[in-house]
Every structure is written in structure tokens, then in C-alpha cells.
């Protein structure tokens, strides 16, 4: 079955450690997302990629990093910097970036600090 | 600014039931308009999309309309069952911000 998977679903982070969320896709899609998830808010956009070796700064980028080396994989890295990453964190992807494309969401890791 | 809001962050309904959601926007010129279902721990799983120039979409048991001179959109879920419990997001495309912008989400319980 084709999906995307998240990995781990449960991360926990010490004082000035960073941690990388996992996310691969087997849809063959071209854009990724990731997205933060705090409860009572809506979902907010941290990065999104729309080719391999392209990613581009959503809304609240400050405190993460990104690569997209592979079509498949776009893991995310919570710096030190983000000072509050206590989270749910969503990968999703799309054929493409327009607005007319479903976005496909993985199950979520849940990041906790120590 | 922009802003989406969708009704009370809890709906309490019987079964068989129509469940009606909200979504309401402002400062936005969404192009389209999109709604998902999340069960908990679990990512949003898409249900359906309407264009700027539809007024009405179905699937199944569900429909969506689309009011773009309201700023509104009403997500109805009829002869509802216990198995549709689960939040409800409605998200948002507009051309100038080129990005999907989701609602907090209406929680929905239907009872038994």
C-alpha cells in the first residue's frame, strides 16, 4: 500500500539536543510538507519542498532545518534554537503544490521534551 | 489579517442525525477549499474539495457548500453515525499565499 511513514511516534529531547523526524513517501509525489499541530491550533506550515534539492520556508520556520535529497525522504531537524518544540509534528505530500491536490498526511510524531 | 474559524471546538449530535460544520474566513480569496477528518494521534485524512465557482459538492453521505460572498462554508455529514466521530479541519487555498491554511478543527461526537 502506498503511504507515507513517520518515524519515530513518540521523541523526546533533552535541553540543547537536536532531534530529526523522519518522513518517506512511496506515492511518487513531488511535494512534501511538514506541519506543526499544538492542541486547540490549527495545523501550521514549518516547511514544504516541491522538487528534490528544493525547500522553501512556511510559517514558522524559525528553529528547524530541512533537507530533500531523495524524492521519497524530507526529514525535519528541531534545532536548540526552537525553543518550544513540544508538539505533534505532520508530514504530508501532494503530487504538486497547487491547490487542487489532496495533501496525504503520515500518522505523526509526537516530540516531548525532558 | 488572515483568519479561519470554525465553530465551536466541540459538536455533540444523535445518531442519525445531520451534523452541519462551519468554516469561516476572512482576508482571504481562497481559491479553494478543502476538508479532512483527523482521528486522535492519527494524521488528517482528505475528504473533499470545491472550487471558488461550486456551490455544492457531495460524496456519499457528506456535503460541502462554498459562499464565497458569505466567507463561509458548511460541511454537513447526514444520517450520522458513531463512527464519524473525529475532529474536522477545513483548510484553505489561495493563489497569493500558495500554501493550504488549516482551521483549528470542530470536534465532532455522535451518540448513540
Known amino acids: 500500500d502506498g503511504g507515507i511513514t513517520q518515524s519515530p511516534k513518540y521523541l523526546f529531547r533533552k535541553e540543547g539536543q537536536n532531534v530529526t523526524l523522519s518522513c518517506e513517501q512511496n506515492l511518487n509525489h513531488d511535494a512534501m510538507y511538514w506541519y506543526r499541530q499544538d492542541p486547540g491550533q490549527g495545523l501550521r506550515l514549518i516547511y514544504y519542498s516541491q522538487i528534490v534539492n528544493d525547500f522553501q520556508k512556511g510559517d514558522i520556520a524559525e528553529g528547524y532545518s530541512v533537507s530533500r535529497e531523495k524524492k521519497e525522504s524530507f526529514p525535519l531537524t528541531v534545532t536548540s534554537a526552537q525553543k518550544n518544540p513540544t508538539a505533534f509534528y505532520l508530514c504530508a505530500s501532494s503530487p504538486s503544490t497547487g491547490g487542487t491536490q489532496p495533501q496525504h498526511f503520515g500518522d505523526g510524531t509526537r516530540l516531548s521534551i525532558l | 489579517s488572515q483568519k479561519i474559524e470554525q465553530n465551536s471546538e466541540a459538536l455533540n449530535i444523535q445518531e442519525g442525525k445531520t451534523a452541519t460544520l462551519t468554516c469561516n474566513y476572512t482576508?482571504?480569496?481562497?481559491?479553494?477549499l478543502q476538508w479532512y477528518r483527523q482521528d486522535p494521534g492519527r494524521g488528517p485524512v482528505f475528504l473533499l474539495l470545491i472550487r471558488e465557482n461550486e456551490k455544492e459538492k457531495r460524496k456519499e453521505r457528506l456535503k460541502v457548500t462554498f459562499d464565497t460572498t458569505l466567507k463561509q462554508s458548511l460541511f454537513h455529514i447526514t444520517a450520522s453515525q458513531p463512527a464519524d466521530s473525529a475532529t474536522y479541519l477545513c483548510?484553505?487555498?489561495?493563489?497569493?499565499?500558495?500554501?493550504?491554511?488549516f482551521g483549528s478543527g470542530t470536534q465532532l461526537t455522535v451518540l448513540p
Open positions: 483548510a484553505l487555498y489561495s493563489g497569493s499565499a500558495r500554501q493550504l491554511t
Open positions: 482576508n482571504y480569496s481562497p481559491a479553494y
